[in-house]
């Protein structure tokens, strides 16, 4: 799965990557969480052309079925594989498909530590040589009992490439600029096909990996000594 990610560069280099119509002002996260506020790109028609919008939304999916968000279980992720036909996600892929921003994301790896005891050891994955991602994710507005409206938003995953498989079997499912707007585009339900064959595992020579220490571990860590490697 992909719990945890970072985006950190700087706010006008984050727009011109994406092309979204806002400026928006934000400062660099390095371990944003689940639960969290996050930023997104999605799309809409606007004078005949697709428009892409900034938006933030909490990370962890409620689909529009659910009653009370508090029995509900928090959807980080949704795995690629046969997306399209599940209750919590259908609509969303027809509709609601969007980009989370992100630079970098975080797998832990499961190793025997001292008197043999598993310990989970934290790896930073990110583009040879730093940039920008777009993770492909999906949106959802839900609304509360009481009328009230949140929006909502998970990660897709697909099985891990071969240089993400030493760490863990799975991986986000990140797009080319050049397949942003295949993605985006939800004005006509039959876009989902074209838009889900996007979904596969990234090429093995794009990323790197390294092992960083352990304060990643806790949410409320956050600053650039997350990311040092562990020499």
């Known amino acids: 799965m992909c719990g945890r990610y970072a985006l ?9 990557y994406f092309g979204y119509a806002e400026r928006p002002n934000f400062p660099p996260r390095y371990n944003i969480a689940p639960t969290q506020p996050v930023a997104i790109v999605r799309a809409r028609a606007e004078d005949g052309a697709l428009t892409r919008h900034f938006a933030l939304v909490r990370w962890g999916f409620l689909p529009g079925f659910v009653k009370d968000a508090k029995t509900f279980p928090l959807l980080v992720n949704a795995r690629a ?66 009328g009230g409206d949140i929006d909502t938003g998970c990660v897709i995953t697909t099985p891990a490439n071969a240089m993400a498989r030493a760490v863990h079997d799975r991986m986000p499912a990140i797009l080319a600029p050049q397949d942003f ?47 040092r490697p562990i020499a």
Request: one cysteine or more.
């Open 8 to 16: 950190t560069l700087p706010p006008e280099a984050v727009r011109l």
């Open 81 to 146: 594989e046969g997306i399209a036909g599940k209750p919590s996600f259908r609509a969303a892929v027809r509709r609601r498909r969007c980009l989370f921003l992100a630079d970098g994301w975080y797998e832990w790896l499961r190793a025997p530590g001292p008197g043999g005891k598993i310990v989970r050891r934290p790896f930073l994955f990110r583009r040879r040589g730093g940039g920008a991602m777009g993770l492909a994710g999906l949106y959802e507005t839900w609304s509360d009992p009481q």
């Open 181 to 227: 707007d295949r993605w985006l585009d939800c004005t006509d339900d039959r876009n989902a096909g074209a838009a889900l064959d996007l979904l596969k595992p990234a090429p093995d020579d794009a990323f790197e990996s390294f092992e960083i220490g352990s304060e990643v571990n806790r949410a409320t860590n956050d600053g650039p000594h997350l990311q």
